[in-house]
């Protein structure tokens, strides 16, 4: 199985100068708990709602002066929408990441990658591996290393 089967598409970015209001109000709005960040035509990281929560809401920042730079996670793991699901799989595990931008081969970005999407649309042989994401150590949680 390829990502781009299983990933959600039609994935928009922000630039990281868009208020935290902002970003928790497009998240609400589509339904999603992660945008990718990007300036010039490139991804320079991800904040998600657990970003937002943890490091914007538990640092007491005003989310209508705040920005989605101080809070994103920055530089971002990605994958190609032509990978299989298995080196994904790994990749988000190694990393300890719920999300991944897929990019096709001009470098756009055209979906994300998630948990969700794996449980719903990946291969039954492979849920012990998302259920490993999904259960990672605390730890690895409150300080993400990369999206």
């Known amino acids: 199985m ?8 039609h994935a928009e970015w922000i630039v990281p100068e868009t208020s935290l209001a902002e970003v928790a109000q497009k998240m609400r709005d589509k339904g999603i708990g992660c945008l ?26 005003n989310p209508t002066t705040a920005t989605a730079k101080q809070v994103m996670t ?17 990749r988000m595990e190694e990393k300890k990441i719920h999300h991944m931008p897929v990019i096709n081969h001009q470098k756009r970005l055209i979906g994300i990658l998630s948990l969700s999407d794996l449980a719903l649309r990946g291969p039954q042989e492979l849920a012990r591996n ?18």
Do not use: Y
């Open 2 to 9: 390829l990502v781009r089967e299983a990933m959600t598409q």
């Open 36 to 61: 990718p960040v990007g300036t010039n035509d490139r991804m320079v990281g991800m904040i998600t709602d657990r970003d937002l929560a943890c490091r914007a809401v538990a640092d007491g920042l």
């Open 74 to 90: 920055k530089g971002v793991i990605w994958c190609f929408d032509d990978d299989d699901i298995e080196s994904a799989i790994r």
């Open 130 to 147: 998302v259920s490993r994401l999904v259960s990672r150590d605390a730890r690895h949680d409150a300080a993400p290393v990369t999206h």
